[in-house]
């Protein structure tokens, strides 16, 4: 059943620039860019890609806007082009996903690429809630695969919860859950071949 989210702020933003006020558009990205930023700075490791991919995203949003139908958050819909556009961008270098011909369904690509029989457990969130302001963690993290970092960050920096992130992914609310999971396991496996176990 087809709904509509009703956020009178993102319904005027969206009047305004389809009217033609361009400052509205401005006022979009800037409620707007720090998402995005987690996103591009997560997924796309070369530094002078990123700048040309938001304004890429960005440009995708000015174009697709008439079509918005506010059957999410006005952010969760940027957040969705912004995920894909860098998925996109991902593909085209072959750096995340096989020949498009492989007739793999999204779902199925990423399962492929960060599949493990890894199991969340408590021990993992603790570390992860320990280590989480440190700069030793950020640099962690920041070795995880693109799915992984940018799960991790839309959860705990962007605190988006599973429902946003499956929209934002299009992939089902379970499989957020579980990949979320292995990148804490993952992240915390790491962790530990790299401190020692006494210094965490």
């Given amino acids: 059943m087809e709904y509509k989210v ?14 033609g006020d361009t400052k509205a558009f401005r006022s979009i990205m800037k409620n ?23 304004q890429d995203i960005y ?10 139908r506010f ?5 969760t819909w940027i957040a969705q082009i912004a995920y894909h556009t860098c998925l996109n961008y991902l593909e085209k270098r072959k750096l995340l996903l096989p020949d498009p011909g492989s007739g793999q369904s999204h779902e199925e690509i990423l ?15 603790i570390l992860f809630y320990k ?3 440190s700069g030793i963690l ?4 920041d070795k995880l695969p693109p799915v992984y970092k940018t799960l991790i960050s839309l959860y705990h920096h962007e605190e988006l919860n599973y429902t946003e992130i499956a929209e934002i992914t299009q992939l089902p609310e379970g ?3 579980s990949y979320l999971f292995r990148a804490r396991k993952t992240l915390r496996d790491n962790l530990l071949l790299t401190y020692k176990k006494d210094a965490l």
Wanted: proline share 3%; hydrophobic share 40%; glycine share 4%.
């Fill in 175 to 177: 499989t957020v859950k």
């Fill in 111 to 125: 399962e492929k690429l960060i599949s493990q029989p890894d199991i969340f457990n408590n021990e993992t969130e």
């Fill in 71 to 75: 059957q999410a958050k006005l952010s």
């Fill in 138 to 141: 950020g640099t962690e993290i």
């Fill in 131 to 133: 280590k989480e302001l």
């Fill in 6 to 19: 009703n956020n009178p702020a993102d319904r005027f933003l969206v009047d305004k620039v389809l009217s």
């Fill in 32 to 54: 707007t860019e720090g998402l995005v930023a987690q996103i591009v700075f997560k997924m796309i490791a070369n530094k002078e890609d990123r700048k040309d991919i938001a």
């Fill in 59 to 68: 440009l995708k949003v000015f174009q697709k806007l008439g079509n918005f």
